[in-house]
């Protein structure tokens, strides 16, 4: 059993806008109440429960768009979570129950990538980035692979980043990727892609995962443990980031949260804050309210921060569309190392 359960309650909000781009390539889920899709999450947790996702596509919808119809399948039914795993997040094995939660996402993730392939009409150089957030009574759960973003807020405006954005301008991807055989160009994994992690995008790895694509689906897994301190969670694509700071965002939903409560609203303004910043990109939000109530004392006036350092805006690929010549000599690149 789920104990200890801390969350007064889970309400969310979202929206999205395609931007400046001719179609909108990103999906996402909402499910406030997880006991009410999944039978064995009533039965095992009768505390607040949760899940949230953000699919980020690219080379168009249709990986964003599989993923979030099957979702349901792909991340608890083909895993087959068991009673057993339930009942170590009861709190006396925490360590087994961290590991056997890497081990969950990570299979889900695996499973969701082959998935795509195996689909048979998404086009080989279409993808998604994917994070999906998951609250089994105290414990919040963030899975991620690509540059999407989760950000927990506290009170007095203390915030979190809890996930790291997988680009090739990070030392640690771009290690990975050169140890399996890639290379980064221009900022780009093997000089076309804008991510070094996804879904999809099976013309940058290797078949049937015979060995380290330079290209993988692997998420980072991260478990937190909530308090009543804990205020809301943010989750926003790339087309929110690259224009306003972690600073900027929550300030926003605090502010918005003190007016009116409205998650939804919330998620609005910042996706019209992008807008307003000139966003190159699609525009998604999803803002999770953790409490029921939004006393005064906890939201002190809200003065624009100043931009962290901000990174120019960029295209997921290097160029709109890939050439089957450009496709082949990828291919022949990753089956020569």
């Known amino acids: 059993m789920c104990h200890s359960n801390v969350v007064q309650s889970l309400s969310s909000g979202s929206h999205s806008d395609i931007g400046p781009r001719s179609r909108n390539e990103d999906s996402h889920i909402q499910i406030d109440d997880l006991s009410t899709t999944l039978d064995f999450i009533k039965q095992s947790c009768p505390h607040k429960s949760g899940f949230y996702a953000l699919f980020d596509g690219h080379g168009g919808s249709e990986a ?29 094995n925490d360590d087994s129950f ?31 980035t994917a994070l999906t957030a998951m609250f089994l009574g105290k414990r919040l759960m963030i899975a991620n692979a690509g540059d999407s973003r989760a950000i927990l807020c506290s009170r007095g405006g203390v915030f979190t980043q809890l996930t790291e954005d997988h680009r090739p301008d990070s030392n640690k991807e771009k290690k990975r990727v050169e140890e399996s055989g890639g290379f980064i160009e221009d900022g780009y994994l093997n000089g076309e892609l804008g991510v070094t992690r996804a879904l999809g995008d099976w013309f940058l790895k290797y078949p ?101 350092e901000s990174v120019p805006q960029r295209p997921r690929f290097k160029f709109s569309a890939l050439s089957e010549e450009a496709r082949s000599k990828l291919r022949c690149l990753l089956e020569a190392n």
């Open 64 to 92: 964003s768009s599989y993923l979030k119809e099957n979702a349901m399948k792909l991340f608890f039914q083909d895993i087959k979570i068991s009673q057993e795993f339930l009942n170590l997040g009861d709190g006396n």
């Open 98 to 128: 961290s590991q056997e939660l890497k081990k969950f996402h990570a299979e889900a993730f695996r499973l969701a990538d082959q998935a795509i392939a195996d689909e048979g009409t998404i086009d080989e150089a279409c993808g998604t």
């Open 208 to 308: 049937n995962g015979e060995k380290s694509s330079p290209l993988i689906s692997e998420p980072d897994v991260f478990e937190f443990m909530l308090s009543d301190d804990d205020e809301f969670l943010i989750i926003a694509c790339d087309g929110l980031w690259d224009v306003l700071s972690n600073q900027e965002a929550v300030n926003i939903v605090r502010k918005e949260m003190k007016m009116h409560g409205d998650p939804r609203r919330c998620a609005q303004e910042l996706v019209y804050q992008a807008m307003r910043r000139d966003s190159a990109d699609n525009v998604t939000v999803i803002v999770v309210s953790l409490t029921s109530s939004y006393d005064q004392d906890h939201h002190v006036p809200v003065e624009d921060a100043p931009a962290e």
